[in-house]
Structures are given as structure tokens and as C-alpha cells.
């Protein structure tokens, strides 16, 4: 498996990372913990030395797996999780956002316990507290890290002006958002330009469209009970017959290269940067080797804008996420109150 350092100061990891939310969060199907152990393992066979999880992931449980499974290889891999939340410790009781000081450090001491580690790779704060000046988050994380807790630092869906003010306070390694041929917002509200401009890496979420993009869904697919899928609108039935057009383009390409739509729409995502890294999740070990097939295909600059100017074409049918959850990304942070925590 080829390598890429996410961003100027980031670590080095595997072109493509493994996802694991969906092992055993977020979908209807999930894997019991000797499942979901030896698929982390399956990866790390494969060359993947690149893992995302976070404590809001089950809470807690995705932590543990995947803190199991990498610990016999725990020099070889690079463990990413977030904070973010306000979560009772007792109930799971998720209470929103929340990235005061002291709940930063209780989820790092919780995530630390959990995986079994000693230091935190790359700590992201998964969504933007906007009551929480983003100087007060890295200036505690950039303590964190002088204590030996935390390596890096990471953001997911920030605001533009909120990434630069964290940036300057403790450097950013990598920002962590949705980007795919169906989500291109990173293009053109600010965040691949910044990352660009600062030397920052990107890793794409849902690289794969929330499996859409693999061509394995139709207006026919019924999603089963616990799949969070069930309320984000582009999901409906009657935008999954509309969206059909993008994965028939996926699947054109693919035919004329020998590929699959997922390995076609995951190496469009790697010729767009060479510090992007997209961590598909799957639970099923034939998906993780196509999709890390999907390192060693190549395209030409006349294949990538073919694609990019078919694709500019099509009219994504349905948001992205439901209200609630779209509330959540994008946020600029409360205005700084003076003085940085850990100075």
C-alpha cells in the first residue's frame, strides 16, 4: 500500500484508511466483536496503517473494538478518534455538542482507556461548539500534546475562519470532512483552499456516499431499522432514482477501465490532492479489497476532467443530512475571550 502525509506536520499513513463506525455503529448491519476484530486485522494485512473512530461511535464500544484489534500492532498503525460531545459516562446519553476544556480532556482520559493506548495519533474535534472559542479547544488540545496525550491535531467540518484561528494557535495535521462525486462543497466554500494555502491534510468521509456510490443501491433498497441513512434525505426512495445517473457514470468509467464504481469514485478522490486520504468503512472483507484496489489505479488529466465535467452535469437530488445533523457542520466558533489555555 502506497503512503501520504496528511498535510506539512501530519503523520504518514496508508493512501486509504479504514472507517470503522459502521462496524458496530450508524447502520442496520453490524459485527459481533471477533467479526469486527478480524476485519481491522484483514486491513492492517493489506497494508492499511490508517484507523478513524471516536467516542460517540456506539458510545464507547467502536473505541474498544478497535483498540483490540490494533493492539498487537500498535506500532504499526495510526489510531484517529474525536471529541465533540457532551455524553453521560453512565447512560450514553448524547447531549449535544460540547468542547469546554474540561470535557476535552475527560473524553482524551476515556478514548486513552478504551483503546489502549498511551498517546492519541491524531485527536479531531468532530463538530464545532460555537460557545467554545476554537482558541480555548487548541490551546488545550496543544497542551494535551506537550503532555504527551495527543500527537495531532484534527477538525471536522469547521467553519473557514475557525480553521485558521485554530490553526494558528496548535497546527491543524488534517481536516476531516464529507467530499465524494456526489458531495463536492469542499471545493468551493473555503476548506480544500485553506487546507491548500496551510499545509493541512484531508481525509473524506464517506468517500463512497454512504455506499451509494458502489452501485449496490436502488430505489428498491429498504434500510433496515438502526440505519441512520433511514433519515437523511438523499436517501429517499425517490432521490436514490434520481441519483441513479451518477452511478451510472461511475459504472461507464469503471467499464472502461477494468474497475468497480467504488474504485473508480475512490481514486478520483486521490488524483484531487496528494495529501487526501479517504477512509472508506465497510464490514465485509471482499469491499475492503476493492476498495483498497483503488491505490494503484491511475488517470489521465483528460479521464479526471471527463469525469469532473460529466459529473458537473448532474443534479444531486437531496441534502446531505437531515436539518439537525446539518446544523452541526460548517459552525464558526465563539469569538476568543483573550488569553490561550496552556500558555
Known sequence: MQKRKLGQGGPEVSAIGLGCMGISFGYATRLSTPEAVALIRAAVDRGVTFFDTAEVYGPFTNERVVGEALRPVRDRVVIATKFGFDIDSGTGENRGVCSRPERIRQAVDGSLQRLGIETIDLLYQHRVDPEVPIEDVAG?????????????????????????????????????????????????????????????????????????????????????????????????????????????????????????????????????????????????????????????????????????????QIRIEGERYSPQQQAMVGREAAAPRGGVPGD
Open 140 to 312: 488545550t488540545v496543544r497542551a494535551l500534546i506537550t503532555e504527551g496525550k495527543v500527537r495531532h491535531f484534527g477538525m471536522s467540518e469547521p467553519g473557514v475562519q475557525t480553521l485558521r484561528r485554530a490553526h494558528a494557535v496548535q497546527p491543524v495535521a488534517a481536516v476531516q470532512n464529507e467530499y465524494s462525486l456526489w458531495w463536492r462543497e469542499p471545493e468551493t466554500n473555503g476548506i480544500l483552499a485553506a487546507c491548500d494555502e496551510l499545509g493541512i491534510g484531508f481525509v473524506p468521509y464517506s468517500p463512497l456516499g454512504k455506499g451509494f456510490l458502489t452501485g449496490a443501491m436502488t430505489r428498491d433498497t429498504r434500510l433496515g431499522e438502526g440505519d441512520f441513512r433511514r433519515l437523511v434525505p438523499r436517501f429517499s426512495p425517490e432521490a436514490m432514482a434520481k441519483n441513479q445517473v451518477l452511478v451510472e457514470l461511475l459504472e461507464r468509467v469503471a467499464g472502461s477501465k477494468g474497475a468497480t464504481p467504488a474504485q473508480v469514485a475512490l481514486a478520483w478522490l486521490l488524483a484531487q490532492r496528494p495529501y487526501i486520504v479517504p477512509i472508506p468503512g465497510t464490514t465485509r472483507l471482499q469491499r475492503l479489497e476493492e476498495n483498497l484496489g483503488a491505490a494503484d489505479m491511475r488517470f489521465s488529466a483528460a479521464e479526471l476532467q471527463e469525469i469532473r465535467s460529466a459529473a458537473e
